[in-house]
């Protein structure tokens, strides 16, 4: 079993949609990143989080710690939003702060 | 501040040649990690270094790879002999000195090998 798991593996919805991707991870960690891959294969850190909430524009990510679980919304989806988004886990051992990653939820908006 | 540099951004070679990767952190930064995608697959740690040292190869392959990260300059990945199973994506990611901070990502090198 991976030690970061994501659901949907695949989301299509229409532009202006409410998006939730899930993310549930089985380890101890010191943060969690949400990343997003363009189709051109570009990697763009969107959120680190350790407790609570974050929110930038319209993404939202949120986690709980007691049940090792967090999501990412999207609010007012638009094409442009259509990308691989990716979680990942990272565990500080004396800096190391290496990421362990989710095998990726592809998005598709139609306009 | 420049972001976080690779290159080259294509690389072709043939069985048997060698390939070198390089990545430029942003500035200010001391921490380099490396991590690889091979096609349809996610992404995988590969091995994490500081200036003049490796703290973590254990998901870098024992054999043909090798990573350094000298005084000056980028730190290179180096495959030796590549074969077609290692053809993927390989991006290095920095972070400050201080840890606990946000990775920030490369373009990527996609290696083709034929």
């Known amino acids: 079993k991976n030690e970061v798991e994501q659901s949907p593996q695949n989301l299509t919805a229409q532009e202006g949609e409410f998006i939730t991707i899930n993310c549930s991870y089985s380890?101890?960690?010191?943060?969690l990143h949400w990343l997003q891959q363009h189709p051109g294969g570009g990697i763009v850190s969107l959120f680190m989080?350790?407790?609570g909430k974050k929110k930038h524009g319209r993404l939202i990510a949120t986690i709980n710690i007691q049940e090792k679980h967090s999501s990412l919304h999207i609010t007012a989806s638009h094409p442009r939003d259509s990308a691989v988004y990716i979680c990942?886990?990272?565990?500080?051992?004396?800096?190391?702060?290496?990421?362990?990653f989710g095998t990726g939820t592809r998005l598709t908006i139609i306009p | 501040n420049a972001g976080v540099m690779q290159n080259p951004r294509h690389l072709v070679r043939r069985r048997g040649q060698e390939a070198r990767l390089r990545c430029s952190p942003m500035?200010?930064?001391?921490?380099v990690y490396w991590y690889r995608q091979l096609p349809e697959e996610g992404l995988k740690f590969m091995v994490y270094?500081?200036?003049?040292?490796?703290?973590?190869e254990s998901g870098m392959p024992k054999e043909r790879f090798s990573a350094e990260f000298p005084k000056e300059g980028p730190s290179i990945l180096r495959i030796q002999q590549v074969v077609r199973g290692d053809s993927a994506a390989y991006f290095c990611?920095?972070?400050?000195?201080?840890?606990?901070?946000?990775?920030?990502f490369g373009p990527g090198t996609r290696l083709l090998v034929l």
């Open positions: 990611a920095s972070s400050p000195q201080q840890g606990g901070e946000t990775q920030y």
């Open positions: 989080l350790s407790s």
């Open positions: 380890v101890g960690i010191s943060a």
């Open positions: 500035k200010g930064h001391s921490h």
């Open positions: 990942a886990v990272s565990r500080a051992n004396f800096g190391n702060e290496k990421l362990t």
């Open positions: 270094l500081q200036k003049e040292n490796i703290i973590d």
